[in-house]
């Protein structure tokens, strides 16, 4: 979902958000000292395979998915990293690697590490890697609906 059209999605659920450009930046951790935002505070997109099907992830910039701890949690045979190109079609719109939280748009069950949840607001990559969004974590959880997993 590229930028103008996750706004779109978001102003049509009544949510409230703010964007905010940045210098070009890759990871979770630079786009947040790009834009000055705290990496508790930053939440990065990260695809998982859960016994071959996809699934995201949403955690702090701050931590790493622990994927043994994740396929514990869930029961699950297999739990991988998956590969950018495993993925690259799933996102329409958006940049490789800079896709908003909202996985359960694209057909993925989306998974949140409830560390999260301890701010008000997040920020997460607006689709590029050059604009982020702040929206409230309530409305976040409200959209993309997910489980809640210690990562």
Not at 35 to 53: Q, T, Y
Not at 88 to 113: H, K, S, T
Not at 141 to 151: F, I
Request: net charge positive; with cysteine; hydrophobic share 40%.
């Amino acid at each position: 979902m590229a930028t103008g059209n996750l706004k779109t999605y978001l102003n049509n659920q009544g949510v409230k958000f703010t964007t905010i450009g940045h210098n070009k930046a890759y990871t979770a951790m630079e786009v947040a000292e790009s834009a000055h935002v705290k990496g508790k505070e930053m939440a990065k997109s990260v695809v998982l395979k859960i016994d071959g099907k996809l699934a995201m992830a949403v955690l702090p910039a701050t931590q790493k998915v622990h994927v043994e701890r994740v396929k514990k949690a869930m029961g699950a045979k297999k739990v991988e990293i998956a590969r950018e190109q495993e993925f690259q079609g799933n996102f329409p719109g958006c940049e490789l690697g800079a896709m908003p939280p909202f996985g359960n748009i694209y057909g993925m069950e989306v998974y949140v590490d409830p560390h999260l949840a301890e701010d008000n607001e997040i920020a997460f990559n607006a689709g590029s890697h050059t604009e982020l969004m702040w929206v409230r974590y309530l409305d976040f959880e409200r959209l993309a609906k997910p489980k809640t997993l210690p990562m």
